[in-house]
C-alpha cells in the first residue's frame, strides 16, 4: 500500500504553471524529503497534499483512498511549517493538545496525550510555559509534538528546520530520524538543504521549474543523476565542456580544455563525432599531489588514468576540509582535502588525477549519458 501518492498534479496561478504534471509516491511508514532550488514548487505540492491548495489538475490518494477535494481538516495529514505558527497565547501543552481538541478527543485524554508527545520530544517539563518564552529549537519541537500528536497517518514539513543554527539544525535532523523510525510515519520533509536531504531521507524527490525530476534512494540519485540539472544541484562539481573527436569501439575521445583528448567508455551510440558534452569530475574522484619534473605535461593514457598539470590559485578552509582552486589552462578545478594532509600552497604547481570511469558525462541538451562499467 502507498501511503501517498499523487497523479499528475498540477497547480497554476493564473499563467504560472507552479506545479506540473506530478506523479509520486510515497510508500506508508517511507520518509521522502522533496529537495529543490528556491521557487520551484515543494510548498505548493505540499499544500496540496494538505489540502490547503486546490489542484488545477491532478489527484492526490492518502493510503490508496482519493482526497483530492477534502477541506483540509478533513484530510489526514498534519502539516509543520518553516514558521512554526504556535498559538503565542496558548500553553505549550494546549499547543500540542490542539489538533487533538479539533478531533474531538476529551480535555483528559488530550492532555495526557499532549504530555506524552512532549516528553519524545524532550519538551515534558515546557508544558505550562508560553511559546514566546522558547527558543528556536524548542519551538520547533512543541511544533513537531503537535504534528505527531494528531496521530495522523501522514506528516508533512515543509522546510521546518530552516531557522535554525547549524548546530540545533543537526541534532534536530537526527531526532527527525529518530522519531520517524519509532513512528513509522509516511512523512514528506520539504528542505533545500541537500546534506539535510541525505541525512534523513529514505528517499529524495528533486524538483526543478514545477517538475518532479528524479525520486530515489539518495545514494542511488548520487551515484546517477538522471542529468545535468541533478548533478549540479546535488553536490559542487567540476562541468568541463567537451567536443567528440572521435568514437571509438569502447567509447568516445573527448577533447576538453584540460589538455590532450581524453578517452571516455560512453555506452550510448547515439553520440557522433563533433557533439558537444558536458564532463562533470566530482572533487572526490580527483588527486591532487605537488607536480613532480616528469609528470609535468597533460597526458592521457591507455589505462583511462588521467593527468593534468596546474598552479593552484586559491585555498578556501571549510571546517575540517581545505578546497583547493586550480588553474589548469583555461579551466578552473576544484578539489578538496583533509587539513593538514599535505603542504601545498598558493602557487604551487600541482598534478591532479582521476580515473574516467568516475566521470558522469551529459549530453547537449543535459540527459545523461550512460558509461560502460
Ligand atoms: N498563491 C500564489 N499565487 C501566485 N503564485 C504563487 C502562489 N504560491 C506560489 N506561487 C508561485 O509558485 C511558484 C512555486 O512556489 P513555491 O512556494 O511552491 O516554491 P518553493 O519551492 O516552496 O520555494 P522556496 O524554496 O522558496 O520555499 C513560485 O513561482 C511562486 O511565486
Ligand atoms: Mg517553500
Known amino acids: 500500500m502507498s ?3 499523487t497523479e499528475n498534479l498540477t497547480k497554476r496561478f493564473g499563467d504560472l504553471v507552479a506545479v506540473e504534471d506530478v506523479s509520486l509516491t510515497v510508500e506508508a511508514g517511507e520518509l521522502l524529503c522533496l529537495l529543490g532550488p528556491s521557487g520551484c514548487g515543494k510548498s505548493t505540492t505540499l499544500r496540496m497534499l494538505a489540502g490547503l491548495e486546490t489542484p488545477t489538475e491532478g489527484e492526490v490518494y492518502i493510503n490508496d483512498t482519493e482526497v483530492t477535494d477534502q477541506p483540509p481538516y478533513k484530510q489526514d495529514s498534519s502539516m509543520v511549517f518553516q514558521e512554526w505558527a504556535l498559538f503565542p497565547h496558548k500553553s505549550v501543552i494546549e499547543n500540542v493538545a490542539f489538533g487533538l481538541k479539533m478531533q474531538g478527543m476529551d480535555k483528559k485524554a488530550r492532555r495526557e496525550k499532549a504530555r506524552e508527545m512532549l516528553e519524545v520530544m524532550e519538551m515534558g517539563e515546557f508544558g505550562d510555559a508560553s511559546p514566546t518564552d522558547l527558543s528556536g529549537g524548542q519551538q520547533q519541537r512543541v511544533a513537531l509534538a503537535r504534528s505527531l500528536a494528531t496521530e495522523s497517518p501522514v506528516l508533512l514539513l515543509d ?7 547549524k548546530r540545533l539544525k543537526e541534532q534536530m535532523q537526527i531526532e527527525i530520524k529518530e522519531i520517524h523510525s519509532q513512528f513509522q510515519r509516511t512523512t514528506i520533509h520539504v528542505t533545500h538543504d541537500q546534506d539535510e536531504a541525505f541525512t534523513i531521507g529514505d528517499k529524495i524527490g528533486i524538483m526543478n521549474d514545477g517538475r518532479l525530476v528524479q525520486v530515489g534512494p539518495p545514494r542511488e540519485v548520487y551515484n546517477n543523476p538522471k542529468n545535468k540539472f541533478v548533478e549540479e544541484f546535488l553536490g559542487e562539481t567540476n562541468f568541463i565542456k567537451g567536443s567528440v573527436e572521435q568514437v571509438v569501439s569502447d567509447g568516445v575521445v573527448v577533447s576538453t580544455g584540460i589538455g590532450e583528448p581524453i578517452r571516455i567508455p560512453l555506452q550510448n551510440r547515439s553520440i557522433t563525432e563533433g557533439d558537444r558534452i558536458h564532463v562533470s569530475i566530482r572533487p572526490e574522484i580527483l588527486s591532487l599531489e605537488p607536480a613532480t619534473a616528469e609528470t609535468n605535461t597533460v597526458r592521457a593514457d591507455g589505462s583511462h588514468n588521467f593527468t593534468a598539470t596546474g598552479t593552484v590559485t586559491n585555498l578556501l578552509y571549510r571546517g575540517s576540509t581545505v578546497r583547493y582552486y586550480v588553474d589548469v589552462g583555461d579551466t578552473s578545478m576544484f578539489v578538496e582535502k583533509t587539513v593538514g594532509d599535505s603542504s601545498i600552497d ?10 574516467a570511469t568516475g566521470l558522469l558525462c551529459f549530453d547537449r541538451s543535459g540527459d545523461k549519458i550512460k558509461v560502460q562499467s
Not at 598558493?346 to 580515473?355: I, K, P, R
Request: no cysteine.
Open 3 to 5: 501511503g501517498l501518492h
Open 159 to 165: 522546510e521546518p528546520l530552516s531557522n535554525l543554527d
Open 346 to 355: 598558493e602557487g604551487s604547481t600541482v598534478e591532479l588525477q582521476w580515473q
